[in-house]
């Protein structure tokens, strides 16, 4: 099916804050047409007027809080009623926790399982048959450089990532021959509220911009790069597993909990 670029819209999870909101707007200066999900309503009605008064592009907002199970298929179905077209899926949304694994809430962990993987899988799935029939579509799965090994005191989280990578690469596979192009964003450390939200308030502040990180995973999506490795995050990428996760773990061993 051909369809005129300016009629298709690009669909940003967690396009409040950080990295989704800087891919927001790295995306509406290549004239996409914008659909912003976050639980902050606030937020993103301020975020769309910005974007459609400096791009002159298309901008809706749907307020939703994606841990609820129910969301990624009331998203599709919103879509569809309203007979919106998406040509391109960015799955940003996530969270961390920071702590020992046992003393975690368990029901904060089965939401950052929810958010960081179901909502990820669910949103791909009822949108990918719509993007192959179109004549181009794209899907950017955010993971982590934290996919590459494991990650004490965010060990569910770092496992989330885990899946994220290895499920964006084995789908990417099997759509190899198709009008759809399929990468994973791995970021390094970035300079986004996400440390403090998980509880780590003494981590050290991160130096990388998202806007870099933002420019880059678009620019390489656009590309049909398979794994995105933006600034800090491709230097540890090419340091074997078994070497870095040594790294890792000495880094970490200094964290207070």
Known sequence: MYIIKNQTYSLITG??????????????????????ISRRRNILEQIAKYVIETYNVKVLTMPCDLTEKDSP???????????????????????????????????KQ???IELNINCLVKLTYYFLPDLLKLSKGYILNVASIAALYPLPYYCVYGATKAFVLSFTEALRFEMRDSNVTISCLCPGDTDTDFFVNAGNVKKKKPTQPPSIVADTAVRLLMKNEPVIF?????????????????????????YKV
């Open 15 to 36: 396009a409040s804050s950080g990295i989704g909101k800087e891919i927001a707007e790295s995306l509406a200066k290549r004239g996409n047409n914008l659909i912003l």
């Open 73 to 107: 298929k009331s998203i599709y179905l919103w879509c569809k009623e309203n007979n919106i077209i998406v040509d391109t899926i960015i799955n940003n949304a996530g969270m961390g926790l920071f702590g020992e694994f046992f003393k975690q809430d368990i029901e």
């Open 110 to 112: 089965m939401s950052l």
């Open 230 to 254: 933006p600034a800090n995050a491709n230097m540890m990428s090419k340091i074997p597993r078994r070497i870095l996760k040594k790294m890792v773990f000495k880094r970490i061993s200094s």
